[in-house]
């Protein structure tokens, strides 16, 4: 069912060109127009076939646009929404799709014009690929698309809403600022740590001639798979959401200490009553039916 | 192709039933013998027709016994190893499948008699369940098997290395000191940083109504899978281990406040030439055929 006549998707990354792919086949919209700065992306996603015109004049692909979606680094949103701002037509609603939301809004709304609905959003969905090919159109099936409407005009957002949960998403409203709290310690953190040990591991990598490689199944292989992801979506990331991952940050530190203690000074019982704890955790995400991707 | 005439398994979690499994569907042994303390398990492996005879006394259980596996968390090796040796038959092959090597060996060789041989040994492979039910047979196919053999006669080595391959396991020989050092960092560090993380969000879990539960496919989930392992075999591991974990958790702990400070003050290209050199690792361990379980 079209919920838009015109949508356009800037940005063909993971995120946008499963967005679009979405769009096409469930037919969320009557038009879709695709951009990005990038010539070779958008060479991929023509050979693709992915939306109804491919643009590469950012400002004459949102001048049509009943709905823009920004799917670009945060790092980006700021300067590419100052970009559009005078191309966009009057009533366009406008939403994003980045990690972080106090600071996308505190980028973006200054350069909405007033005639413009901005709507901020995240998919919590995602993978270790990146690219317009990494793409899929189930990519938002069962998972949490947040919104934070603060006050845009409540039939707008409810008409985003109605597309968003066109891509098979449950779509949720909630605040800005708990919302990064809650991805700096679901997200953000754990991207941080599986970097950080797989660069500990790499640094160590002459010494232990190839063994890490070799004996990676033994458990650092899950964390190589996070610590694949886009590096310039992640850097934007935490200089975007700092001030929540160094909070979620300082926790896991005191926790990581106090475990650090445990095993000096051999306190069996208090690593065995932590690991025990944790085991809960996974029953409860399958029983949220979260567990499989 | 059978390498020993009568085979035992001491302990039927993942690593015992799972070797059970293949030693009867790839004839490895002439037959098979069983035992664990746990009653119920004992049971369980009845039920699930695993091995020949299940036997309830450890001392008789061995005492037929050409190569014996101990599949118990290393922190019941010395236990067990004292149970058994008055029981093991002149020639008699013991070896274990404990994570570390050092403390396996400084555990179990006192109690080992002169009359039997043993040679350490240990499967890198495993999964985030236990228990008899747990197992699969082809949980070892394509996944190394360390073994430490140190002054063992060769002879009872390269058998021991035969019916290993058996397995489908890939068998090298190296020293133990330095295979726990290449298990702290792939291996022991990740499981403690994951039963960490999920700690750490376990302790928010009120504050933040549920949603780490809900919002975990944004990556927090990855950990929770390690973090639901075997907590008494892990408790035992980090007391094991510990001096090669606690050296391994220092350079952790250093990389890590060197990104926690990159991001308190901004520096973003530090940032971004970790994500992009740890993307590579991921790679390797692909090209290197470990990447599927």
Avoid: C
């Avoid at 050979?47 to 945060?74: N, Q, W, Y």
């Avoid at 995602?126 to 949490?144: C, H, I, N, Q, V």
């Avoid at 000074?265 to 995400?285: G, S, V, Y």
Wanted: charged share 25%; proline share 4%; glycine share 6%.
């Amino acid at each position: 069912m079209s919920h838009y006549s015109t949508v356009t998707i800037i940005g063909l990354g993971l995120i946008g060109s499963s967005l679009a792919r979405i769009i096409k086949s469930a037919s969320l919209a009557e038009r879709l127009i695709l951009t990005d700065k990038n010539p070779d992306v958008l060479a991929k996603a023509r050979t693709l076939g992915l939306g109804d015109h491919i643009e590469h004049d950012v400002s004459r692909a949102v001048e049509h646009a009943d709905l823009v979606v920004m799917a670009v680094p945060v790092g980006a949103m700021a300067a590419v929404t100052a970009q559009i701002a005078s191309a966009l037509k009057d009533g366009a609603v406008i939403t994003d799709t980045g990690s972080t939301k106090v600071s996308v809004i505190n980028d973006m709304a200054p350069h909405v014009p007033p005639h413009a609905v901005f709507i901020p959003s995240h998919p919590i969905a995602g993978t270790e690929y990146s690219g317009p090919e990494a793409g899929f159109e189930s990519l938002f099936k069962d998972r949490y698309w947040i919104v934070t409407p603060n006050d845009a005009p409540a039939a707008d957002v409810d008409r985003l809403i109605g597309f968003l949960r066109g891509t098979g998403a449950i779509v949720e409203s909630m605040d800005s600022a708990y919302h990064d709290k809650v991805l700096a310690i679901t997200s953000h953190l754990p991207h941080l740590i599986a970097y950080t040990i797989v660069g500990t591991a790499f640094d160590l990598e002459q010494d232990l001639q190839n063994d890490v490689i070799r004996f990676s199944a033994s458990g650092f292989r899950d964390f190589t798979r996070i610590a694949s992801s886009d590096p310039i979506m992640w850097r934007d990331v935490f200089m975007k959401n700092s001030d929540a991952v160094l909070e979620m940050l300082q926790r896991f530190n005191e926790d990581l200490s106090y475990l650090q203690r445990a095993i000096r000074w051999q306190e069996a019982d208090k690593l065995e009553e932590l690991f025990t704890r944790t085991r809960d955790i996974r029953k409860r995400i399958k029983d949220a039916g979260q567990l499989d991707s």
